[in-house]
């Protein structure tokens, strides 16, 4: 096989496996960073609704390894799996990306969801091949050193591909303006989808050099047919045969060694079982603190940190972490007593909930200054004025002698919804002290409030008489975390909002509310005269009344709905970085914990299962979601928090039991005796056990 000594004597083969994966994982976190924002903001699932899908995704991209598995070891080998699948991967890709460009009018929910799937399934069933097909590139014993070059290597790469695509997608989406929108996810989604359709010609390009192995059975297949013999054997034979353990009935036809690894498989999986919730927490990094970013302040400076770039932190860090944690943090806490490894698992969840209570309380201090909203089965009604005169409201039964000034706004308590629905009928009168031939004397309307959050109001002329405008006017947030704007007016000049910055211009629509990036823009009318200056802030909603007096002077009054998002985004290091810490203590550990306890022959489904658990922490967050206990979002950081707590507390508990094994005496024992009867165990006849090539060669 070729060798490239520029690279520490890989195989050339190994450069196109790296770039590869560089590139699938560019692709897959570019795609993951944004989409619970594309989901909420374009799509327009609530933020429960877009974690839930969210959630579900990632489930089964972790649930697919095990088929990804089952195909390449059973049938069809490394190399056509990875393929095959991959070309699944990049037509998900694709087809999101298609149904984020608006003009195609495409059916945009259902193009999502089933690119999500196409993503899930190759981007699943290619995750346990990948690397072991890497591995199979190296001629081993001779190169064991280099082999483990190259899988430190491979995980710098996966880290890689993800840091630049995280920083990458989220100033795509925002920066870029495409197809008359205020944003371009069909660029933020089609770079990951060109990526991927690159990374697979780089992987086809190195075919020649691919040490190819064949299919040689799944280990995750027998373990089952091995589980599931046990238990029908057992139902027949339990009265004239009795065993002392269950899975010693599949002892005649998968022999004893398989049985006795299966065994201790069990053993490990049972401790396995409190784990699913420590990713249900870790996994909430792409959804729930993603949306808790979008209500926080990004600018540092001249720079602006998109809510979904806080992502990054993890995989910078990660990359840090491992070698200090090996040379400094593990000699600490083995002074306090922490040395073994489901000792570090545990104190690793522990971060974990810890990390959840400090996003509670940062979520408790965004809470206190959002505007109370109505409590369920009310509403508020906001009248503005933007009329040069005095008018008074009336709304019979509610409200009564309601004076709003000149461009003013008048908010009203809770006001309870009507059960059957009626309208409301709204009075305006002229103040008799103004009376203008600008100002018609009066108007009426009949509002139907519905479960509107806040019934917006204006005052507007229309050929001379005076008449209502009705709008939603929530001061909820936007949904991007970006400034959010209203102009109301009497006049049907042009108006023109252009960026003090970057000149973008921005032609103002009547009564329309609109998103536009922070900081400084002034107010024209016709492009040309200036009405005034704004200054807008992250998060902050904003409604501008603009009047126009007899001698044709414009005058503009700013109401702030919702003030601008004041907690900073850095706020979030703290629980980012106890999260990643927790993920060295509890993944890392866990990993060299489960190869270290399994039976050689057992490794691989040990990983298979470790994957297995990361899909059921994620089935957890959709269910905790779906069946939601608090309204409060800092409730349910709060809830996650104490939940990990009493789940380690659970997992101590199944810990204290456990017996560590040294299979490395296990397995010279096992040569030993097997060097000793190796003559006759060639002659001797099977007697009917089952032979699987992959388990005996292990």
């Not at 995989?315 to 972490?321: C, H, R, V």
């Not at 990036?517 to 704004?534: D, L, P, R, Y």
């Not at 996650?640 to 040294?662: P, Q, S, T």
Request: charged fraction near 15%; hydrophobic fraction near 45%.
């Amino acid at each position: 096989m070729a060798q490239n000594n520029g690279l520490m004597n890989f195989p050339t083969s190994v450069i196109f496996i790296l770039l590869n994966e560089f590139a699938e994982r560019a692709t897959f976190y570019g795609m993951k960073t944004i989409l619970v924002l594309y989901m909420r903001t374009k799509l327009d699932y609530t933020d429960d609704n877009s974690t839930e899908i969210f959630h579900i995704f990632v489930s089964l991209v972790y649930f697919f390894p095990v088929f990804g598995a089952i195909i390449a070891d059973s049938w069809l080998g490394k190399y056509k799996t990875i393929f095959i699948l991959s070309i699944v991967y990049a037509i998900g890709s694709v087809v999101i990306s298609l149904g984020a460009i608006p003009p195609l009018n495409l059916p945009v929910r259902e193009m999502t969801i089933l690119g999500m799937l196409l993503i899930a399934i190759g981007t699943g069933g290619i995750k346990p091949c990948v690397a072991s097909f890497g591995g199979d590139q190296f001629k081993l014993p001779e190169q064991a050193a280099t082999l483990a070059k190259f899988f430190s290597l491979f995980y710098f790469t996966i880290n890689a591909g993800s840091f630049l695509s995280t920083l990458l997608t989220p100033t795509l989406r925002e920066d870029v303006h495409c197809f008359g929108q205020y944003d371009c996810y069909s660029l933020a989604f089609g770079v990951p989808a060109i990526l991927m359709i690159i990374s697979i010609v780089i992987f086809v390009a190195g075919k020649s050099l691919y040490k190819i192995t064949k299919p040689t059975g799944n280990m995750v297949v027998l373990v089952w047919k091995c589980i599931g013999n046990a238990i029908v054997s057992r139902s027949k034979e339990k009265r004239i045969n009795p065993r002392s353990h269950w899975l010693e009935y599949s002892e005649p036809k998968y022999g004893k060694t398989l049985v006795k690894d299966v065994k201790i498989l069990l053993r490990i999986l049972v401790l396995y079982l409190p784990l699913p919730f420590f990713w249900a927490l870790f996994d909430q990094q792409s959804s729930r603190w993603t949306f808790q970013a979008t209500r926080m302040d990004g600018r540092i400076g001249g720079i602006t940190i998109k809510p979904d770039q806080m992502q990054v932190i993890n995989p910078l860090l990660i990359l840090a972490f491992i070698p200090l944690f090996e040379t400094a943090v593990y000699p600490i806490l083995s002074k306090i007593g922490i040395r073994r490894p489901l000792q570090k698992l545990t104190f690793g969840g522990l971060l974990a909930a810890v990390a959840f209570a400090i996003s509670g309380f940062i979520e408790l201090k965004l809470e206190a200054i959002y505007p109370a909203p109505p409590t369920t089965g009310h509403t508020q009604l906001r009248i503005y004025n933007p009329m040069p005169c005095q008018y008074k409201f009336d709304l019979p039964d509610k409200l009564s002698g309601i004076v709003v000034n000149h461009q003013d706004v008048y908010l009203s308590d809770q006001i309870s919804l009507p059960v059957n629905l009626t309208s409301w009928k709204i009075q305006a009168q002229l103040n008799e002290a103004e009376a203008s031939p600008k100002c018609p004397s009066s108007a009426s309307l009949m509002v139907t409030p519905m479960d509107k959050e806040v019934v917006g109001l204006s005052l507007a002329m229309k050929q001379n008489e005076l008449s209502f405008v009705e709008f939603e006017d929530s001061p909820s947030k936007s949904k991007t975390g970006l400034p959010l704007l209203r102009f109301l007016t009497n006049f049907e000049d042009t108006l023109h909002l252009i960026n003090q910055d970057s000149s973008e211009d921005i032609i103002i629509e009547n009564m329309k509310r609109f998103t536009v990036h922070h900081g400084e823009w002034s107010v024209f009318k016709n492009a040309n005269e200036t009405i005034g200056t704004i200054s807008v802030g992250t998060g902050g909603v904003y409604s501008y009344a603009l009047s126009k007096d007899d001698t044709g002077n414009i005058t503009m009054k700013e109401h702030i709905l919702s003030p601008a998002n004041s907690v900073h985004m850095l706020w979030q290091v703290p629980q980012y970085v106890i999260m990643t810490a927790g993920e060295v203590m509890f993944s890392v550990t866990g990993l060299e914990f489960s190869y270290s306890q399994a039976p050689v022959s057992m490794k691989s489904v040990l990983q298979a299962c470790w994957l297995l658990t990361v899909a059921i922490g994620n089935v957890i967050v959709v269910a905790l979601t779906h069946f939601k206990m608090f309204d409060s979002q800092a409730a349910e950081f709060f809830e996650f928090a104490v939940l990990m707590v009493i789940d380690m507390g659970i997992f101590v508990l199944v810990a204290m039991r456990f017996k560590y094994v040294d299979h490395a005496e296990e397995v010279a024992e096992e040569d030993e005796k097997n060097a000793e009867n190796n003559i006759a165990m060639e002659q001797k006849p099977n007697n009917g056990a089952f032979t699987n090539k992959a388990y005996n060669e292990d």
